[in-house]
């Protein structure tokens, strides 16, 4: 009987630390976590289908069974701040996940391009800043990077949460880090932050499948996202058709057919950025650049499936093998691998031409000339050693459409792969910053901005709050009155949180930096946003922003401007009267500017001759100057206003 035991012991040890092994609770669940305050506590998980798993956070109990696919969810009740406490998973079978250290207060999700993803160590006085960073009710998690062409239930590699400290800090985002820091001072609950952002990612790529086919502008390109993953071989034939469409209604000809006539010429043979090539025309170039070469294959090569190797290409290419496409990709660090069926290839001269667009910094091919080749079924590889021509495309001819699977510039991706993976966390609030990449087709980013906004409320909840940070400066100020991408979408930032009553702006008009798009002054955007959450959030009876225009209104040969949320009056820095203000008539082109004066909580302008004076402008260009505040040395944004009627007595 012993010797029995002893065995079922032996055999059953192996088991249970199995079972301990096993996850219960999803990932976004762990160790120094933060849950949201005063709203029921949604939980789930994966566990054994059909099994009945037990949560029980301190005393409080509840029960949940997973589905046939082993997945359950539940909800805990509404708990008030406080901690730490511990979250205990279970199932009958003696499964059990432990969670150490859990807070209840206030969670924050923090996401958007660059300037959301931008960390610590990069803004100003970030030595100091670092040291400091001593707040263990401040806790961090970061969404891994992840981009996926359908919804994910995981998160694309492992993340914890961390206690705020000086080593952890450093790499975190500042703008999230520093705003929770300044809210800290007035509400003073545990804070729970997550980033999900990515850089140079555009509003498209953050917004679901469903949500964006409202749009009603993506369709066809949706329904080949769709055949992408399901075969991204058969896609990229399709996708390529639908870039070939574009170009015939904006270039000329048919680059990517073999021989295509043209005004090609010789590249260097080491290729890399352009602007290394000593030609004029592409230093500093943001544009288009088609390339092409070609290669000799034998009959036994052209009859194998193949894969066509180009390195890293900065930032996008399209590419096409003997006039058919192969494929698309984005990203600067991505090398580029397409696979070749057989049949796409042939015995004899094939050809391979890419148009690469790139539109930040240093373009091109930027692998060295072993990255490009044609590797073989049977492990031979041949190098992409003929020479290679070029032929730069005219910046009037604009920008391509991106491959819906691109990561940052694509459809639905980052969603799919970041934000899906949060299930319908419970949040006191998201903060987002966003815009950038979306500035050169400018005009559709209301639509979009409105889709998100749905969208997102419909997985966090039906009013929880948005708050946006507003684009800041960036690039040389004006001379004279222009059109302007960044101004259009910052009007769309302005405009959706006005129509919104759970939603707050922070305007960082004054606080960008003219060479670089990444302002290191996080510090005052935390505060700024701070300032929004106290208002919108927490029904602090203090203005959400600086001044903001009500409305603008006829008056004799002048227009009057009227301002809310002013802190006594209006004021200008600098001047005795502001600048940047433009009169407009309906016509691009008609906007002049014109002098203004102060009068309390209002603006008066005079009306240009000749101008049929029908909507204002107020700091309408990328980067322009902007002198109007108030007593609280907070900006009034850029903003353009249709011209009323003044009202008879």
Same mark, same amino acid.
């Given at each position: 009987m012993k010797v029995l035991v002893a065995t079922l012991s032996t055999l059953l040890h192996p088991l249970v630390a199995s079972a301990a092994d096993v996850s219960l609770l999803h990932p976004v669940f762990q160790n120094h976590v933060v849950l949201q305050r005063d709203a029921p506590i949604r939980l789930w998980g994966d566990a054994a289908p059909g099994a009945r798993v037990t949560v029980q956070l301190e005393t409080t109990q509840v029960q949940?069974? !997973?589905?046939?696919?082993?997945?359950?969810?539940?909800?805990? @009740?509404?708990?008030? !701040?406080?901690?730490p406490y511990?979250?205990?998973?279970?199932?009958?079978?003696?499964?059990v996940q432990q969670i150490d250290d859990v807070l209840i207060g206030d969670v924050w999700l923090c996401s958007g391009q660059s300037n959301m993803e931008l960390q610590v160590y990069r803004t100003l006085d970030s030595r100091s800043e670092i040291a400091d960073a001593d707040h263990p009710n401040i806790r961090m998690f970061n969404v891994p990077k992840q981009s996926s062409p359908t919804p994910q239930r995981s998160f694309g590699g492992t993340a914890t949460w961390q206690r705020t400290t000086p080593e952890t800090v450093k790499d975190f985002s500042a703008t999230c880090y520093y705003f929770a820091r300044e809210l800290q001072k007035s509400v003073q609950v545990p804070m729970g932050l997550i980033t999900a952002s990515w850089g140079g990612s555009q509003l498209q790529a953050w917004i679901s499948e469903k949500a964006l086919r409202a749009v009603g502008e993506h369709g066809q390109t949706l329904d080949v996202l769709t055949r992408y993953a399901a075969d991204p071989v058969a896609a990229a034939p399709r996708w390529a058709a639908l870039w070939e469409t574009w170009w015939h209604a904006h270039g000329e000809g048919e680059p990517w057919q073999p021989d295509a006539p043209g005004d090609w010429q010789n590249a260097p043979p080491a290729l890399g950025a352009w602007d290394d090539w000593g030609v004029p025309q592409l230093v500093g170039f943001n544009g288009m650049v088609w390339y092409r070469t070609s290669i000799e294959l034998t009959q036994a090569q052209a009859a194998q499936d193949a894969t066509l190797l180009l390195g890293p290409v900065d930032e996008m290419d399209q590419t096409w093998v003997n006039g058919h496409g192969v494929g698309s990709g984005y990203g600067a660090d991505q090398p580029r691998r397409y696979s070749l069926p057989r049949g796409r290839l042939h015995a004899g001269r094939n050809s391979i031409v890419l148009n690469v667009l790139n539109a930040y910094r240093r373009g091109g091919l930027l692998g060295d000339a072993q990255s490009r080749a044609l590797q073989f079924a049977d492990g031979s590889i041949l190098a992409l050693d003929a020479p290679w021509q070029y032929r730069i495309v005219p910046r009037s001819v604009g920008a391509p459409p991106r491959a819906p699977w691109s990561s940052a510039a694509g459809l639905t991706t980052l969603y799919n792969g970041m934000i899906a993976p949060l299930g319908h966390l419970s949040l006191r609030g998201v903060l987002w910053y966003q815009g950038e990449s979306n500035v050169v087709d400018a005009a559709h980013y209301p639509a979009l901005l409105?889709?998100?906004?749905h969208n997102w409320r419909q997985r966090f909840g039906a009013t929880v709050p948005l708050l946006l940070v507003q684009l800041a400066n960036y690039g040389t100020p004006p001379t004279q009155p222009t059109e302007s991408g960044w101004a259009q979408v910052r009007e769309a930032q302005r405009r959706l949180v006005a129509d919104d009553a759970h939603a707050g702006l922070a305007v960082t008009i004054d606080i960008g930096e003219r060479y670089d798009i990444h302002p290191a002054n996080k510090q005052e955007l935390g505060r700024r946003l701070s300032r929004a959450a106290r208002h919108v959030v927490y029904?602090?009876?203090? @203005? !959400?922003?600086? @001044?903001? @225009?009500?409305?603008?209104?006829?008056?004799?040969?002048?227009?009057?401007i009227s301002f809310d949320d002013v802190d006594t009056a209006l004021r200008s820095y600098g001047n005795d009267a502001p600048i940047g203000f433009e009169v407009c008539g309906d016509a691009i082109g008609s906007c002049r500017y014109t002098s203004a004066t102060l009068s309390g909580r209002e603006i008066r302008l005079r009306i240009p001759d000749g101008v049929q004076a029908t909507r204002v402008r107020y700091c309408w260009a990328d980067s322009p100057v902007c002198t109007l505040y108030d007593r609280s040395g907070l900006p009034a944004g850029p903003f353009e206003l249709a011209i009323t009627a003044t009202p008879s007595p």
């Amino acid at each position: 009987m012993k010797v029995l035991v002893a065995t079922l012991s032996t055999l059953l040890h192996p088991l249970v630390a199995s079972a301990a092994d096993v996850s219960l609770l999803h990932p976004v669940f762990q160790n120094h976590v933060v849950l949201q305050r005063d709203a029921p506590i949604r939980l789930w998980g994966d566990a054994a289908p059909g099994a009945r798993v037990t949560v029980q956070l301190e005393t409080t109990q509840v029960q949940a069974r !997973a589905d046939r696919q082993g997945h359950w969810e539940t909800r805990l @009740p509404a708990h008030t !701040a406080g901690g730490p406490y511990q979250l205990k998973a279970s199932t009958a079978k003696g499964v059990v996940q432990q969670i150490d250290d859990v807070l209840i207060g206030d969670v924050w999700l923090c996401s958007g391009q660059s300037n959301m993803e931008l960390q610590v160590y990069r803004t100003l006085d970030s030595r100091s800043e670092i040291a400091d960073a001593d707040h263990p009710n401040i806790r961090m998690f970061n969404v891994p990077k992840q981009s996926s062409p359908t919804p994910q239930r995981s998160f694309g590699g492992t993340a914890t949460w961390q206690r705020t400290t000086p080593e952890t800090v450093k790499d975190f985002s500042a703008t999230c880090y520093y705003f929770a820091r300044e809210l800290q001072k007035s509400v003073q609950v545990p804070m729970g932050l997550i980033t999900a952002s990515w850089g140079g990612s555009q509003l498209q790529a953050w917004i679901s499948e469903k949500a964006l086919r409202a749009v009603g502008e993506h369709g066809q390109t949706l329904d080949v996202l769709t055949r992408y993953a399901a075969d991204p071989v058969a896609a990229a034939p399709r996708w390529a058709a639908l870039w070939e469409t574009w170009w015939h209604a904006h270039g000329e000809g048919e680059p990517w057919q073999p021989d295509a006539p043209g005004d090609w010429q010789n590249a260097p043979p080491a290729l890399g950025a352009w602007d290394d090539w000593g030609v004029p025309q592409l230093v500093g170039f943001n544009g288009m650049v088609w390339y092409r070469t070609s290669i000799e294959l034998t009959q036994a090569q052209a009859a194998q499936d193949a894969t066509l190797l180009l390195g890293p290409v900065d930032e996008m290419d399209q590419t096409w093998v003997n006039g058919h496409g192969v494929g698309s990709g984005y990203g600067a660090d991505q090398p580029r691998r397409y696979s070749l069926p057989r049949g796409r290839l042939h015995a004899g001269r094939n050809s391979i031409v890419l148009n690469v667009l790139n539109a930040y910094r240093r373009g091109g091919l930027l692998g060295d000339a072993q990255s490009r080749a044609l590797q073989f079924a049977d492990g031979s590889i041949l190098a992409l050693d003929a020479p290679w021509q070029y032929r730069i495309v005219p910046r009037s001819v604009g920008a391509p459409p991106r491959a819906p699977w691109s990561s940052a510039a694509g459809l639905t991706t980052l969603y799919n792969g970041m934000i899906a993976p949060l299930g319908h966390l419970s949040l006191r609030g998201v903060l987002w910053y966003q815009g950038e990449s979306n500035v050169v087709d400018a005009a559709h980013y209301p639509a979009l901005l409105s889709a998100w906004r749905h969208n997102w409320r419909q997985r966090f909840g039906a009013t929880v709050p948005l708050l946006l940070v507003q684009l800041a400066n960036y690039g040389t100020p004006p001379t004279q009155p222009t059109e302007s991408g960044w101004a259009q979408v910052r009007e769309a930032q302005r405009r959706l949180v006005a129509d919104d009553a759970h939603a707050g702006l922070a305007v960082t008009i004054d606080i960008g930096e003219r060479y670089d798009i990444h302002p290191a002054n996080k510090q005052e955007l935390g505060r700024r946003l701070s300032r929004a959450a106290r208002h919108v959030v927490y029904g602090q009876a203090i @203005p !959400a922003s600086g @001044p903001v @225009p009500r409305n603008a209104r006829r008056e004799n040969e002048g227009v009057r401007i009227s301002f809310d949320d002013v802190d006594t009056a209006l004021r200008s820095y600098g001047n005795d009267a502001p600048i940047g203000f433009e009169v407009c008539g309906d016509a691009i082109g008609s906007c002049r500017y014109t002098s203004a004066t102060l009068s309390g909580r209002e603006i008066r302008l005079r009306i240009p001759d000749g101008v049929q004076a029908t909507r204002v402008r107020y700091c309408w260009a990328d980067s322009p100057v902007c002198t109007l505040y108030d007593r609280s040395g907070l900006p009034a944004g850029p903003f353009e206003l249709a011209i009323t009627a003044t009202p008879s007595p």
